[in-house]
């Protein structure tokens, strides 16, 4: 069983900044993909960065130069910095985690979402 734990949602007015973080604990043995996907009313999920250990970092179109990924230095933590936030970006961000566990099976896990609010 791998958990995800994620935090830093919240209100902010267009042009602000938000961080949020995502930790994965538990019987995990190694991590492919640490990721962020996001979900707006009466839309679906959307793919907003992912990042492939030793591998590419991708990032939706609508997000390049204002968001960044990136993991901390255990490795099972992935934040997002998000920047001049537009109202485009209200939704509820869920933290998405890809690996072996313990046990060499695969898991692919998500978060329980935080909710991302951009309104003045």
């Known amino acids: 069983q791998v958990q995800l734990v994620e935090s830093g949602g919240g209100l902010v007015q267009p042009g602000g900044s938000l961080t949020l973080s995502c930790t994965a604990s538990?019987?995990?043995?190694?991590?492919?993909?640490m990721g962020w996907y996001r979900q707006a009313p009466e839309k679906e999920r959307e793919l907003v960065a992912r990042?492939?250990?030793?591998?590419?970092?991708d990032y939706a179109d609508s997000v390049k130069g204002r968001f960044t990924i990136s993991r901390g230095d255990t490795g099972n933590t992935v934040y997002l910095q998000m920047n001049n936030l537009k109202p485009e970006d209200t939704a509820v961000y869920y933290c998405?985690?890809?690996?072996?566990?313990?046990?060499?099976?695969?898991?692919?896990?998500w978060g329980q979402g935080t909710q991302v609010t951009v309104s003045s």
């Open positions: 538990g019987s995990t043995y190694t991590i492919n993909s």
């Open positions: 990042k492939i250990t030793y591998g590419s970092t």
């Open positions: 998405n985690v890809v690996g072996y566990g313990t046990n060499f099976r695969s898991f692919d896990s």
